[in-house]
């Protein structure tokens, strides 16, 4: 079984930045997507960034093009984000995902998520 963790989460004024980290606990597959999402109170779970399953095409929500960079080191087994310019709707648990999924930002095409990590902007 393939776990997840994030990490990175926190509280920052709005302007600011944070770096969320996400670990896997092995290879899911032999070629595999990952992507963040995010869920605010009462929304629905949100695609932010994805890079697809051969790793050479990247994916942003449209909230977060020119702010947030998805990025990832699979020999360590780690995706990042990067977030930039922070806004207060921003604020959301954000979760990382692996899977093999044919659209990058439908959270059903996914099979593994993380716990989440909280991010408040103010």
């Known amino acids: 079984q393939v776990q997840l963790v994030e990490s990175g989460g926190g509280s920052v004024q709005a302007g600011g930045s944070l770096r969320l980290s996400c670990g896997l606990s092995s290879y899911p597959y032999k070629q595999y997507g990952l992507a963040w999402f995010r869920q605010a109170p009462g929304k629905e779970r949100e695609g932010v960034a994805a890079i697809g399953s051969a790793g050479d095409s990247y994916f942003y929500g449209d909230s977060v093009k020119g702010r947030f960079t998805i990025s990832q080191q699979r020999e360590r087994n780690m995706v990042y984000l990067d977030m930039s310019d922070l806004k207060p709707e921003d604020t959301a648990m954000y979760y990382c995902?692996?899977?093999?999924?044919?659209?990058?930002?439908?959270?059903?095409?996914?099979?593994?998520w993380g716990q989440g990590t909280q991010v408040t902007v103010s």
């Open positions: 995902a692996a899977g093999r999924p044919l659209k990058p930002f439908a959270p059903a095409h996914y099979n593994y």
